[in-house]
């Protein structure tokens, strides 16, 4: 807290307030400004580039100040909070002209990330979620909202795994938390880049108690009831809006990790962070803001309940089957705005007369659709039909009330209809008769007096008046003309007649303002009375509007319905990767089958770097999520079964935040699916043992295929490098192989992007690092250790019956650390120790290439940055060359 260096009656009320908000910057109203003092003015004026001065510039220790305009704070507000700051905006309380002694200000609002509710454009497709959390007998009571749309969800959670999951799905900028939570997991969940605020005290909020009645579970009950505390203390305003708390169980839904949802590229491009190239960017053809919410939530959680499945793809087959009438349904959809938001707008009180012709808008819109969904097949849509209430009476009301050009300020008058009040209609005929009244006044007083220099004015201290110059006052009568004003060059007068309009006028300008507002105050309640309605009605529409954008996507990008199955069949017929079809337009997209029989486990996939085995892989897992949430899929022909979890190590990747290297994440997400899958779990493994020694990495390898295969049962599609480990298909049945084809023409290799029975014979590898652009003098004696190499290996035989000497310890020294049943033998992996053996006795006589080849035999790959490498190898090529 800066010094208190002031001690004047204003400062002293700074400070006062201050010190109730010390975690956010203080915006202070001073006049038209709010002004932020001592540090927040320091850091203010450098977060938002405004100008620091001072105030009490001859004082020894002057105060650092800036402002912001108070007509354009809203801007500034935003920067802060998408900064993860909080903002407390004191308001003056009263009229300053009118106050005795210091105007009285108090905290109206405190902003932070996880309750602003103005959002841009390019966000009304974005939830903003606030959470909040408790911690009790190694569980935590988790729960969640968004203010702008009253939404409020809770859950039980067990683990701490869970729990992230959980905020970094919803994306949360703050978490409220009680001292029940520990620091370790504070600190986690900061490194995450969320605020967390403290709110210990809950006191009794009775007009909320409604929101909670529902809950069974103690812990879920607390932990929203922290929430709403939260909410109350830092919004001061009514909360109508908010929605009875819903628990849910994460285990209803497809359990995606945060992990498999940042590999996928879900919601968000790993290049980018942005939704364009992800899987919510192809799907998302909605035409309102609910919609796209909506989309979203449905992304995040798949549906594992079979019959929920299919109630939604009846629903898109029969919109798919009915172009006419979806096109329909799309141009009503088109004029909904969002009534969600608007609905929570009308609860705070900021809903302004535009926004009530918008919710008319909408609602006009409402049978309509209704309409269009009768025509296609009532009983499919009966559930959306019976929710799609046009809540008329709202309707008519903000039509008589309220003009269709409404202003964007209600305080101005201009928003109520004329004929909507017989008083306002009143004041405003006396107003409009009054003017033309002062204006033929000023005529006839020209014409009587002979002046034809006078003139009729107003200014707010003497009102109406007669202005007659100086030279002029002879021609005035003496009887009727009274004295008000005297000026360098003229007089003003006033006369019993323009005395009595002038009261006349000047009450129906401030009554009529006053009336108007409080005219639609009282439309804003009657409309806040149907918020309940309203928001079920957005439900239905915002449903409607995603299973269109279904339909559309899958009309363009030919996808069909998938057969759901319960047994563990999956035949995927010419399956595509829908995003990376998308973004390659005109060019043609290799389809590939996914064919996995009920007992079979594992696909062992091999072939080349850049050949598409990653986008294979992907490729698979998001045609299952698109079958959960109800979507058609990119395939020919599809048959799946309903899966419970994913599970992704696709991609190599640091974790910065606690440093950890990519092996040690990679051995986490691998460790994490074999702890956690099921059966009924579909467990994408990419390249898995890569990142340390051969053996290392090869013996893992095999041991987790075996595990996977022989405890869990998991439908899993494996890629690796290691060609030996092929040679499982002769041990394990579950396990058959298959390759990314690839050729060579001319030298060149050419990918063929298609997934083919079998094992690859090769790996191409020089002929990917020259696609990288590698020195020709590199890869030239890259291929000539390769040749001795091959002629060193040709032979050595092969057999699939003795045990390898070095895998199975491996695998027991280096997965101690995650508890796992005991696992089985490995079988022998075709004499992987004389196979792999790169640094055999070199056959060079070369003094120079026998000490390249001893370094290179050293040398720790992992240690290195690819450009340490690259200068690595030039240094040993002008060496050779030497």
Not at 10 to 18: D, E, G, T
Not at 364 to 374: F, N
Request: glycine share 6%.
């Amino acid at each position: 807290m800066p010094q208190k260096t002031s001690d004047t009656p204003m400062m002293r009320q700074y400070f006062a307030i201050k010190d109730q908000y010390p975690d956010a910057f203080l915006f202070y109203r001073l006049g038209d400004f709010y002004e932020m003092f001592f540090d927040d003015a320091i850091k203010g004026a450098q977060l938002l580039e405004l100008t620091l001065t001072t105030r009490n510039h001859s004082a020894t220790n002057p105060i650092p100040m800036c402002g912001v305009p108070h007509r354009a704070v809203q801007n500034y507000i935003d920067i802060l909070v998408d900064k993860g700051y909080k903002v407390a905006i004191c308001e003056q309380m009263e009229d300053p002209k009118l106050a005795k002694g210091m105007v009285k200000r108090e905290v109206i609002q405190l902003v932070t990330p996880g309750t602003t509710l103005e959002r841009g454009a390019d966000q009304a497709k974005s939830n903003n979620y606030l959470t909040a959390l408790v911690q009790a007998d190694g569980q935590f009571g988790f729960a969640y909202a968004d203010l702008s749309t009253g939404e409020l969800k809770t859950s039980l959670l067990t683990t701490n795994e869970t729990l992230i999951n959980e905020v970094t799905s919803l994306q949360t900028k703050e978490i409220v938390v009680d001292a029940s939570v520990d620091d370790a997991l504070r600190e986690q969940i900061k490194a995450l880049g969320i605020l967390v605020s403290e709110q210990n005290k809950v006191e009794a909020q009775s007009e909320l108690n409604y929101l909670t009645q529902d809950l069974t579970v103690e812990l879920e009950k607390q932990v929203v009831e922290h929430l709403l505390m939260y909410i109350n203390v830092t919004q001061k305003r009514s909360l109508a809006h908010l929605q009875k708390a819903v628990a849910y169980e994460p285990s209803y839904f497809l359990k995606l990790d945060h992990n498999s949802k940042y590999n996928l590229e879900l919601t968000r491009s790993i290049r980018t962070g942005k939704k364009q190239g992800t899987l919510l960017w192809l799907l998302d053809e909605t035409k309102t803001a609910m919609g796209g919410r909506l989309l979203k939530q449905w992304l995040e959680r798949p549906l594992i309940v079979k019959a929920d499945i299919e109630t939604r793809q009846n629903k898109v087959a029969v919109l798919l089957d009915h172009y006419f009438e979806r096109s329909n349904l799309q141009e009503e959809l088109v004029k909904v705005y969002d009534l969600e938001r608007l609905a929570g707008r009308v609860a705070f009180g900021s809903v302004n007369g535009r926004d009530l012709i918008q919710l008319k808008t909408s609602l006009r819109q409402i049978p309509k659709l209704r309409y269009i969904l009768s025509e296609l097949d009532a009983s499919v849509f009966s559930d959306e039909v019976s929710h799609l209430d046009p809540v008329e009476d709202v309707a008519d009301l903000i039509d008589r009330a309220i003009v269709d050009e409404a202003p964007l300020s209600v305080t101005d008058g201009g928003v109520i209809k004329d004929g909507y009040d017989d008083q306002l209609d009143k004041y405003r005929d006396a107003m409009n008769n009054g003017k033309k009244w002062i204006a033929a006044l000023e005529a006839r007083e020209r014409e009587e007096t002979g002046i034809k220099t006078l003139k009729i004015g107003f200014n707010r201290v003497f009102g109406y008046y007669i202005e007659v110059t100086k030279a002029n006052l002879v021609q005035l009568p003496e009887d009727r003309y009274e004295r008000k004003q005297t000026l360098t060059n003229a007089e003003r007068f006033s006369t019993p007649e323009l005395k009595e309009h002038e009261s006349l006028i000047l009450e129906a300008e401030s009554h009529s303002t006053q009336l108007e507002y409080t005219l639609f105050t009282k439309v804003r309640e009657a409309v806040k009375g149907a918020i309940k309605r309203l928001q079920i009605l957005a439900k239905a529409v915002a449903a409607i509007d995603v299973l269109q954008s279904f339909a559309v996507v899958s009309e363009d990008y030919h996808f069909v319905r998938p057969t759901l199955t319960k047994s563990h069949d999956l035949a995927l017929t010419d399956g595509r990767h829908p995003v990376v079809e998308k973004v390659m337009g005109n060019q043609s997209y290799v389809p590939n089958d996914v064919t996995m029989g009920p007992d079979d486990t594992v696909m062992l996939i091999t072939g080349p770097n850049m050949s598409g085995k990653s986008t294979y892989m992907r490729q698979l897992a998001l045609t299952v999520i698109m079958a959960q949430i109800g979507c058609f899929v990119p395939a020919k022909a599809a048959k799946l079964p309903i899966f419970d979890q994913i599970f992704t190590r696709i991609g190599a990747t640091d974790d910065l935040i606690s440093g950890q290297s990519t092996f040690m994440v990679e051995m986490q997400e691998a460790n994490n699916a074999i702890k956690s899958a099921t059966a009924n779990s579909l467990i994408l493994f990419d390249e898995i043992g890569r990142g340390t020694a051969t053996y290392d990495g090869m013996a893992l390898a095999q041991a987790i295929i075996e595990f996977v295969h022989n405890h869990i049962h998991a439908k899993t599609l494996f890629s690796t490098h290691y060609h030996e480990l092929t040679a499982l298909d002769q041990e394990l049945p579950g396990l058959h192989n298959v390759h990314v084809g690839a050729t060579e023409q001319n030298g060149e290799l050419v990918f063929l992007h298609k997934v083919e029975p079998g094992a690859a014979d090769k790996s191409y590898g020089v002929h990917v690092a020259k696609l990288a652009g590698m020195p020709d003098a590199l890869l030239d004696r890259a291929n000539h250790i390769l040749t001795d190499l091959e002629q060193q290996g040709s032979t050595v035989t092969t057999s699939a019956s003795e045990p390898a000497e070095s895998a199975t310890p491996m695998v027991t020294e280096t997965v101690a650390a995650a508890p796992a049943p005991q696992v089985e033998p490995v079988p022998e992996v075709a004499h992987a120790e004389e196979q792999l053996s790169l640094f055999t006795e070199p056959t060079v006589t070369d003094p120079k290439g026998e000490k390249v080849l001893q370094q290179l035999k050293t040398l720790n790959l992992m240690a290195m940055t690819p450009m340490d490498v690259m200068n690595q190898l030039y240094k040993w090529q002008q060496k050779l060359e030497k």
